[in-house]
């Protein structure tokens, strides 16, 4: 069995999102498709959340923005701990390391 199964397309989430409301239970659902029932109430959650319904937590677009910016975070730390290392090997190579107590 695999590990990790492919997310499903957003055309069946809506689908299955919209029997919820149309008064289908998340157990029925799961008995007749292939998602868990679990799974389809966070799907019904989120989509409150996109929608402002449901107040607490991220809206899709807010939690994509966040794992955007964390990549970014961490490609910029990774960037300047290359560049602090790169000047130190520099300032060692050409002699410019100034002496400890001089401010500069």
Known sequence: MPRYRAAYPPEFRRRMIDLVRAGRTPQDLSREFEPNAET????????????????EGLATGER????????????????REILSKAAAWFARETDVIPPKGSNS
Do not use: F, S
């Open 40 to 55: 389809i109430k966070t799907w019904v959650k989120q989509a409150e959340r996109d929608e402002g319904v449901r107040p």
């Open 64 to 79: 994509e923005e966040l794992n955007r910016l964390r990549r970014e975070n961490k490609q910029l730390r990774m960037e």
